[in-house]
């Protein structure tokens, strides 16, 4: 096999299959020339508003071959080529304030084809060919300088390289063999690479992806440029599985392989017959595949990533414009835009997707041989709240109010994660202070996320307010920017009074005759209902008899007196010092007149019983002959 690589790059491979793969650059390319010169625009109405692009690297001819991670905190990672004169493997990371580059490996010509990914500390892993020695690389960063091997030099081989990482951070490789025309992998068992051809049939390999499942078994998508069709090869555990995707005519090339939360994979790549960009998924029986965009000649480079909801987000070049573009699935249709069109950018394509679905993407511009990065920003707040209402809560000092969710941007979109909202009231319909309606001094701030716009009704119960009072609400909204909406409408309500109460159905415990310094538990539990209309706490204390104290051991004409309120029947070892009733009011607590069960008397909602048990323990002598009554008070207060 004769390799050469010439002044700007342009990798060929002198076999039939190499010869057809360059004569659908050339094809693509040459298209897109004739197009050009008119700059033929094949959609209308898009904004570019929300897209922040940087040019990261543009030392010389820079930016081929890029591959984007990123990390726990949302930062980029990027691999790429430093091209003509260099050769280089690079590598650019955002640090939170500024850009860092390196140079990675400049050993011969190397940094072809580079795939990157992260693992679980953030740091970054990445596959690449060594074009100087025909062999596969591999590089990590060991948190002080990057560790470089060769992971397999059988052969012409590390063409087409993509990498993934397991559940315990070691790489996993897809390739091609161009000896033989062979895909191939290659993966770190922990101390040694493992490798093995997984597709041999015909002239295979080209434009490999890999991701993998939640058993870490590699899936991956490539192009069989025999048949010019679109294959894919999954591990079954013991087995490789290969399908043929797509085989409408000249498919295939450009691949990219993401998986979702049912391990079913998606893949996007181009129709070279038709120039457009298409998407293949496995449904669990059989492939969908659809026609994404057909606007003039589209869909090489294509790289994608599925989002939280498992919908796929693509980026591709379009080559009649000389266009970085930008496809998602909505759930209901495809969303197309130009990302970049200053100049002819977007080739080498890779896409990552943050924490909020949005997606990141680097790029080459061609024109200007630099590496180049676009991100989604949100710059549109949710839409102001025009139906906000309040009326009485159920509970005392209570106010209920509902009004209509607000999009992430207008009445558009769910609110993402990190979203939240804002209420303010005062007693002064003007705000409080009067005139002074402000977000910054709100008095409740509440996160959310995921409801659907509009139709779906939020509520909130606003407490702690002063009973018989009227109250005025204003309410914000914003997403994880945060933009923030503008201000609601008012809503005004009326506070009812709380109201303390309890019921207790069973009034006295019947102890019997008990002798001197004898005990006794009581035979069934006293219930006690909440019948206020705020949630409540209880407080208790005793009254003794006339000629008796109670007191916390037993004496002459000194009794102890125990309450404990629990779901389970007591025996005496449940009933500790903490649960002495005394002369004086005391507050329930999770240690105070607490049994062993699931509830206490504490903060007992509306409506709910609570069972009381008592445990007597007689005074060790008496001079009372008559039959005594102790009387226990219980009162609820506020929590």
Same mark, same amino acid.
């Given at each position: ?99 860092? $580059? ?229 759930? $209901? ?307």
């Amino acid at each position: 096999m004769n390799k050469k690589i010439d002044g700007r790059k342009n990798v060929s491979c002198e076999s039939r299959g190499a010869v057809q793969i360059l004569l659908l650059r050339v094809s693509v390319l040459f298209f897109a020339f004739l197009l050009y010169t008119g700059h033929l625009t094949l959609f209308t109405g898009v904004s570019y508003a929300n897209w922040e692009i940087q040019t990261l690297d543009s030392a010389g001819d820079v930016g081929e071959y890029t591959s984007i991670a990123l990390d726990t905190t949302n930062y980029p990672h990027i691999s790429y080529c430093d091209g003509f004169p260099n050769w280089d493997l690079k590598y650019a990371k955002w640090t939170g304030t500024s850009w860092s $580059t390196q140079t990675v490996d400049s050993a011969g010509d190397v940094g072809l084809w580079t795939s990157i990914a992260l693992d679980t500390n953030n740091n970054p892993h990445i596959s690449y060919s060594d074009y100087t020695n025909y062999d596969l690389k591999y590089a990590k960063w060991t948190d002080t300088s990057w560790s470089t091997q060769t992971v397999d030099s059988a052969g012409s081989v590390g063409e087409y390289t993509s990498i993934a990482l397991d559940t315990n951070n070691n790489p996993h490789i897809s390739y091609r063999a161009s000896t033989n025309g062979d895909l191939k992998y290659a993966k770190w068992t922990g101390t040694s690479w493992s490798t093995q051809t997984v597709d041999s049939a015909g002239d295979v390999g080209v434009d490999t992806s890999i991701a993998l499942d939640t058993t870490n078994y590699p899936h991956i998508s490539y192009y069989d440029s025999t048949n010019v069709d679109l294959k894919y090869a999954k591990w079954t555990g013991s087995s490789w599985s290969i399908q043929t995707v797509d085989s409408a005519e000249l498919v295939g090339r450009y691949t990219s392989i993401a998986l979702d939360t049912n391990n079913n994979p998606h893949i996007s790549y181009v129709d070279a017959t038709n120039y457009n960009l298409r998407y293949a998924t496995w449904t669990g029986s059989s492939w969908s595949i659809q026609t994404v965009d057909s606007a003039g000649s589209v869909g090489t480079w294509t790289s994608i990533a599925l989002d939280t909801n498992n919908n796929p987000h693509i980026s591709y070049y379009d080559a009649t414009n000389l266009d970085l573009r930008y496809a998602k699935w909505t759930g $209901t249709s495809w969303s197309i835009q130009a990302v970049d069109s200053a100049g002819d950018v977007g080739r080498d394509t890779s896409i990552a997707l943050d924490t909020n679905n949005y997606p990141h993407i680097s790029y080459y511009d061609n024109a200007n041989f630099d590496l180049k990065y676009a991100k989604w920003t949100d710059t549109t707040p949710p839409a102001a709240v025009t139906n906000l209402s309040g009326q009485p809560g159920t509970a005392g000092n209570t106010i209920h109010l509902t009004w209509s969710a607000p999009g992430d941007d207008g009445w558009n979109n769910a609110l993402p994660l990190g979203s939240q909202f804002k209420i303010q009231y005062s007693t002064n319909p003007d705000g409080n202070p009067p005139g002074l309606w402000d977000y910054g001094i709100a008095q409740i701030t509440v996160s959310t996320s995921g409801v659907t716009p509009y139709t779906t009704q939020v509520t909130h119960t606003v407490t702690d307010l002063t009973g018989g009072t009227t109250y005025f609400f204003r309410i914000w909204h914003a997403d994880e920017v945060p933009n923030w909406s503008g201000l609601s409408n008012t809503a005004t309500s009326y506070a009812q009074a709380a109201i303390l109460i309890v019921d207790i159905t069973e009034v006295s415990f019947n102890f019997g005759q008990i002798f001197p310094g004898g005990s006794i538990i009581s035979s069934s539990s006293a219930t006690v209902t909440n019948m206020g209309n705020i949630n409540a706490t209880y407080q208790i204390k005793l009254t003794p008899p006339t000629g008796w104290t109670a007191g916390t051991t037993p004496g002459v004409d000194q009794f102890v007196f125990y309450v404990i309120v629990t779901t389970i029947t007591p025996i005496a070892a449940d009933f500790n010092a903490e649960d002495i009733v005394t002369t004086t009011l005391q507050t329930c607590s999770d240690t105070i007149f607490a049994g062993t069960g699931t509830k206490n008397g504490v903060n007992i909602p509306v409506g709910e019983k609570r069972y009381m048990w008592a445990y007597f323990r007689s005074p060790t002598q008496t001079s009372v002959e008559t039959q005594q009554g102790i009387i226990i008070t219980i009162t609820p207060v506020s929590p």
